[in-house]
């Protein structure tokens, strides 16, 4: 079993920056991807940013050049600045932590919420 417990998530305004964190524990040493995915109300997750262990990132388009994920391996955590903040990225955000090549070691975070208004 992985936990991953998020932190960071809160009320800011359009054009502001928020960055969230994400600790894993447990059985944590077959993961080899890391990411954060959203919900909005009424709309399915949907993918923000993974990083593999090997650093190479991937992030949606509605992202790229405002959101930056990065890890600390040594923390065993893993982040996602987020800057130039839009209403439209308001959501719960949830990390998750997985193995691509194992189907069932795929884990979620409890999620934290992010509300860009002004």
């Known amino acids: 079993q992985v936990q991953l417990v998020e932190s960071g998530g809160g009320l800011v305004q359009p054009g502001g920056s928020l960055k969230l964190s994400c600790a894993a524990s447990g059985s944590i040493s077959r993961i080899n991807v890391m990411g954060w995915y959203r919900q909005a109300p009424e709309k399915q997750r949907e993918l923000v940013a993974t990083i593999t262990s090997s650093r190479s990132t991937n992030y949606a388009d509605s992202v790229k050049g405002r959101f930056t994920i990065s890890r600390d391996a040594t923390k065993n955590t893993v982040y996602l600045q987020m800057n130039s903040l839009k209403p439209e990225d308001t959501a719960v955000y949830y990390c998750?932590?997985?193995?691509?090549?194992?189907?069932?070691?795929?884990?979620w975070g409890q999620g934290t919420q992010v509300t860009v208004s002004s």
């Open positions: 998750n932590a997985a193995n691509t090549a194992w189907k069932s070691y795929n884990y």
